[in-house]
């Protein structure tokens, strides 16, 4: 009789999550220190699992529509666009095909494809954090059909800076 209670239990723990790895970020999570700060267009936020004290981080601007992961920036729009011909203009320079990126984004990591084959990007453009240090604002032509849409870095460097200060390096720590 033992026996069938135990693999009921083991598959009911399994099945909730709790054997698994430790996902920060989720209401499964343990009990965790929790850090925010927020500088105008941009907010950190940094938990640290108080029993392991394993660290994650996210950077993100207002309303989440750009976000800071694996060495990159990825600017949000709609999830059924498809954004392989987007074209990028920082602070009014010329014009850049986000593709043009692809070999940096590639070596620091980016998660850059995370759709099918039909549309990669989801709707993300990415951008490799070291084209945006220098910058004040990003202007983003997603699609052909689109009009541009402009992001401003107000407040993103100080934050990095910060996130970095406080063990958010290596940039695998930070979470989308």
């Given amino acids: 009789m033992r026996k069938p209670f135990l693999a009921a239990a083991a598959i009911c723990v399994v099945a909730s999550g709790c054997a698994g790895p430790r996902v920060p970020f989720t209401h499964r999570n343990p009990p965790t ?11 950190l936020e940094i938990r640290r699992d108080k029993f392991t004290g394993e660290i994650a981080c996210r950077l993100y601007a207002r309303k989440h529509k750009a976000f800071f992961l694996g060495g990159a920036v990825a600017f949000r729009f709609d999830k059924d666009w498809n954004t392989g ?4 203009r920082l602070d009014g320079d010329a014009p850049r095909h986000w593709r043009e990126d692809l070999p940096e984004l ?3 990591g980016a998660p850059f494809e995370r759709g099918g084959i039909d549309n990669p990007g989801q709707g993300l453009v990415w951008i490799p954090y070291s084209r945006l240090e220098e910058a004040n604002s990003i202007a983003i032509e997603a699609r052909p059909d689109r009009a541009p849409v402009t992001f401003h870095f107000r407040g993103l460097k100080g934050l ?13 720590r930070f979470v989308g």
Avoid: M
């Avoid at 990095?160 to 695998?172: E, F, L, N």
């Fill in 85 to 88: 011909r987007a074209i990028y």
């Fill in 33 to 43: 220190a929790r850090h925010r700060e927020e500088a105008s267009d941009w907010r």
């Fill in 106 to 108: 590639i070596r620091i």
């Fill in 160 to 172: 990095y800076r910060s996130a970095v200060d406080q063990g958010c390096s290596p940039d695998s």
